[in-house]
């Protein structure tokens, strides 16, 4: 079991949907383009995007999106 599975099990089902909403949202590129994210490294494609107090981290390349991270914001 991954990281991203263990958070997803720990945290409650409220926040869980939200987590999971947003993550299909980002594998969505017409959802995507409404979404408002912030480019985190100058070199690499890596984005990071709020969802309450859990920050999704993940890498973007043209429509190609794989999911990094997930963790808190304060982290």
Not at 6 to 21: A, C, F, T, Y
Not at 33 to 45: D, G, M, P, V
């Amino acid at each position: 079991m991954d990281s991203i599975d263990k958070l997803l099990n720990r945290v409650s089902p409220k926040q869980r949907d939200k987590i999971i909403s947003m993550i299909k949202c980002l594998h969505d590129a017409s959802c995507r383009s409404n979404l408002r994210f912030k480019k985190l490294s100058l070199t690499q494609s890596l984005f990071g995007i709020h969802v309450g107090k859990y920050r999704i981290i993940f890498h973007m390349n043209g429509n190609d999106v794989r999911i990094g991270d997930i963790r808190l914001r304060n982290e």
